[in-house]
């Protein structure tokens, strides 16, 4: 699962407040789509995704069925120290994913 | 003398006949050419705009990845014959569907990719509206990204470009519309609750929000013969080909934008 990660400012300063964005390529599939045969495709969504900036967790999202293909995430931190934000998430196949990126912070 | 006034005669009809062939009139004019994005609502305009928000862009760092990846047996990679793709790739989708000199045949850019795939690195050509063939689309078609359209339709080009307007041209399915009765008559009109474009092949392969993925202009294309209720060709059918070529033609001088993103 292909992921890409913006942080704006780049290089932010200590204490300022940073854009976190996360695109990951994902079906979101609703589960009430059929084939072309008419089966059902199974539901398979990213359920949960967290990320961690230096190890704590600053961010936690449930998704869902509702949540459109190829989720696009955006929150806001406060930059504390140069590091790296951790993104996990886990699909309802139990597939999981990660993605990681860096922050580093100038006086 | 005599001679010399039958070549001029002669060199006049030529000139007069390549006039009529070459210089067809475009219904839209130069000038009034506008590429779907300018149709498009403010929101969908600055999701393609912005390259990070911009879903197209995972296939076309994907094609990024692949371009160097060795594949089939020969074991060579795109890169291993074709270099920086930023280099070699430039411009080279603006000039698709072209023939290929080999086989005479019509191909667009996914069938030049796919031909390179099983002639030249002995793999599996990949299959029609797959991941793999979309990434390597994408990411051959956004190196021509701000150039224009110019393709040929001159030589062998000329019967497929011929086909595709009539294509173009005729009435079909159940609705009984051609192309023509909304991309040329009534672009800029409302349809529901879309505005009509002058459907122009310029953004492709796009990522359409209705099909939450990428898609290629045959996947865009069946979405039309189905909204008149016409038959809908299979994948890979050469008509689809032949009016890929007409639309081009019809875009020529319309900038690249690939990915695009539509509604």
């Not at chain 1, 995430?73 to 990660?98: C, K, M, N, P, R």
Request: charged fraction near 25%; hydrophobic fraction near 40%.
């Amino acid at each position: 699962m292909a992921a890409r990660i913006q942080v704006a400012p780049p290089r932010p300063k200590r204490g300022e407040v940073v854009e976190v964005r996360i695109l990951i390529q994902h079906d979101m599939e609703t589960g009430y789509r059929r084939d072309e045969e008419g089966h059902v495709i199974p539901r398979d969504c990213i359920n949960l995704l967290t990320c961690r900036y230096n190890g704590v967790e600053v961010f936690r999202a449930d998704l869902s069925s509702g949540i459109a293909a190829n989720p696009f995430l955006q929150f806001y931190t406060v930059a504390e120290s140069s590091g790296e934000l951790e993104f996990s998430w886990i699909d309802d196949l139990s597939v999981q994913g990660s993605a990681r990126a860096s922050i580093s912070v100038s006086e | 003398m005599r001679g010399r006034s039958a070549a001029l005669l002669f060199a006049a009809m030529l000139a007069a006949w390549s006039l009529c062939a070459a210089g067809q009139q475009r219904r839209i004019p130069a000038g009034e050419l506008k590429s779907g994005i300018a149709f498009a609502s403010p929101e969908v305009r600055a999701m393609q705009a912005d390259d990070f928000s911009n879903p197209g862009m995972l296939w076309v760092e994907k094609g990024e990845k692949l371009w160097s990846t060795p594949a089939g047996k020969a074991g060579r990679s795109c890169a291993d014959c074709h270099g920086e793709a930023s280099a070699s790739m430039k411009g080279v989708a603006t000039r698709y569907p072209a023939i290929d000199r080999a086989s005479g045949g019509l191909l667009n850019l996914e069938g030049r990719i796919r031909q390179c795939r099983s002639e030249r690195q002995g793999a599996s050509a990949p299959r029609l509206e797959s991941d793999e063939l979309l990434s390597l689309t994408a990411y051959v078609a956004h190196q021509s990204r701000g150039m224009p359209i110019d393709v040929s339709v001159e030589g062998a080009a000329r019967p497929h470009f011929e086909a595709g307007r009539a294509l173009y041209y005729r009435r079909i399915g159940q609705v009984n519309l051609a192309c023509a009765n909304c991309h040329e008559q009534n672009w800029g009109r409302i349809l529901l609750s879309e505005t009509i474009t002058q459907g122009h092949p310029n953004a492709y392969p796009i990522y359409r929000i209705e099909w939450q993925t990428l898609g290629s202009i045959e996947h865009r294309l069946r979405g039309c013969l189905s909204a008149v209720r016409a038959e809908i060709l299979p994948y890979g059918a050469p008509e689809y080909r032949d009016l890929e070529l007409f639309l081009a033609w019809r875009a020529k001088g319309l900038p690249i934008e690939t990915p695009g993103v539509r509604r």
